[in-house]
């Protein structure tokens, strides 16, 4: 059993709403979501709870949106995401906000003590301020491909549920080719690390010399590798979405003329 984010929208509200529940995989998790949406709710993604992160499995990720808790989630029960105010429904069904936000992308800045001077203020800031850039600089660069190659380790391994669970070979879909390539590109970036291991050590055995330079490069090369593929699947991936979604416009607006 894993825990799945189900992110909806209503067409009466201006937010995304999450709801979480607990299912063996994404149709399970579809299912049972669907016993507890609202009927103008309409299903935008769903997430696999990952770690401390929420991997997107279906739909396409919501980055920088506005997600709010779910009326009919459990009590007690937070939605963290990529970003967003981490909200809490209060009794009535509203929604109060707490006393910090949670997020990747952005957040609310706070103010700065003004109880000290404007220097000293200053100087706390440009301290603090140096330890995130060096850490979202220097750090992060090291372990951002290790959240890529998971993430689409686990995108595969979902798929290959559904696969097994519905016993068919592919899944239906109007846009088969959009769906091989988000796919097929998360299997380039699975295959890049243990391919690139075995080719660094055949290309370090056969080198005449500088062997354990060359074996050395080539796991750097493999390992950072997956940073420019996932940026190549983005890119193209943003691009298609946009086309599709124009697409799916321009069918309803001629049908909707035809009538």
Not at 91 to 111: I, Y
Request: overall charge positive.
């Amino acid at each position: 059993m894993a825990i799945y984010r189900l992110i909806t929208k209503n067409k009466s509200e201006e937010c995304f709403r999450a709801l979480s529940v607990q299912a063996d995989n994404t149709s399970d998790a579809k299912e049972r979501g669907a016993k507890l949406l609202d009927s103008g709710d309409e299903l935008v993604a769903v997430d696999v709870k990952a770690g401390k992160i929420w991997v997107n499995v279906l739909g396409q990720p919501l980055k920088g949106a506005d997600i709010q808790k779910h009326s009919k989630a459990p009590d007690g029960t937070l939605y963290e995401g990529d970003s967003y105010t981490r909200q809490e429904a209060s009794g009535s069904g509203g929604k109060k906000p707490m006393s910090q936000t949670q997020g990747n992308v952005a957040q609310t800045p706070r103010p700065l003590n003004t109880s000290n001077s404007s220097e000293s203020g200053f100087g706390s800031a440009v301290g603090k301020a140096f330890m995130q850039a060096i850490f979202v600089c220097v750090f992060r660069v090291f372990t951002i491909p290790w959240t890529i190659w998971e993430g689409a380790t686990y995108r595969l391994a979902e798929r290959q549920d559904n696969l097994g669970n519905t016993g068919q070979t592919q899944v239906k879909t109007e846009f088969p080719i959009f769906e091989w390539f988000k796919y097929s590109l998360d299997g380039v970036i699975l295959l890049s690390w243990p391919l690139g291991f075995v080719f660094s050590l055949i290309a370090s055995m056969g080198s005449y010399r500088d062997g354990g330079w060359i074996f050395f490069l080539g796991l750097c090369y493999t390992y950072f590798g997956v940073i420019g593929w996932s940026l190549f699947k983005e890119a193209l991936t943003m691009l298609l979405s946009i086309a599709l979604n124009v697409e799916k416009i321009n069918y309803k607006t001629l049908n909707n003329q035809s009538k």
